[in-house]
Each structure stands twice: as structure tokens, then as C-alpha cells.
């Protein structure tokens, strides 16, 4: 899947969008890929010498990939954008830095009426780096 049909699924352009590729996905599960890189602008001072990837930007990662994932799943009108409504069991394990490409998974656990709830993970070298349960709804933007 191309730049341009990810962002046809999620409202996220650059500097925000965070998912660079889609490796595999099926009803309920989404696998994606991101590259971190010196010049992000979340990096830029965030551990002047050593930066590492905020944990709120791997949360974010996850977030995207379950919207993607949702996009094809939820039916949603025309307009409507996938919205996050809780974070649970957040645990980061490993440090990301710029250079790594991560994996991010997003599985699709239950669905109670416009409410997605999801398992997000992400994993740098077949390690994982953070794990999170997290709600999504459908909105209207606006």
C-alpha cells in the first residue's frame, strides 16, 4: 500500500502520520511499519545527545495502525474518522531511537457498537518495545 492510500484511510499527514508501510492485515489484525529519523520534530530535544522516541509517539503509532485497520472494518460514513477514548496497561520495555524501524501491530479484540477496542504493540527487532489496550469510536470531525 502506497503513502498516498494510507492517508486516503486516515486523516494523519506528515508531520504526524506514522506509519510508513503496511506489511500484512487481515479482518482483525493489521501489521505496519515506521522508520524513525534524526530530524522528527519530537525528537528535537527530547534527550539532547541521546534521543529516543517519546513513549506518547509509539502510543500514537499504534493508534494509527488500529485507525487504518478500523477504516476497512467500521463503516463509516463518509468524513468519519476513528477517535481515541482510552488508553489502558501502558508499558514501554525497550527504547526507540531514531534509525530503528519498528513494527506495529494492532489487533481488533471486541466491537460494541461504535466502540473498537484494540491491542496495540510494538516491536523493534522481534523485541517489544511498548504494549497498550485502547478504545476508538467513530466521530464526525468538527
Known sequence: MTIEQIESLIPHRKPMRLVDEIVSRTETQIVCRKT???DEFF???????????PGV?????CLQA?????????EMAP????VATR???????KMVRP????????????????????????LLEGKLT????????????G
Open 36 to 38: 524513525f529519523h534524526e
Open 43 to 53: 525528537v528535537q530535544g527530547h534527550f539532547p545527545g541521546h534521543p529516543i522516541v
Open 57 to 61: 509517539i509509539q502510543c500514537e503509532c
Open 66 to 74: 488500529g485507525a487504518i485497520l478500523l477504516a476497512e472494518i467500521a
Open 79 to 82: 468524513g468519519a474518522v476513528p
Open 87 to 93: 488508553l489502558d496497561n501502558v508499558k514501554f520495555k
Open 99 to 122: 534509525g530503528d524501524t519498528v513494527e506495529i501491530h494492532a489487533t481488533l479484540d471486541e466491537q460494541v457498537s461504535n466502540a473498537f477496542f484494540m491491542t496495540g504493540k510494538m
Open 130 to 141: 511498548a504494549r497498550l489496550n485502547f478504545a476508538c469510536t467513530v466521530a464526525q470531525p
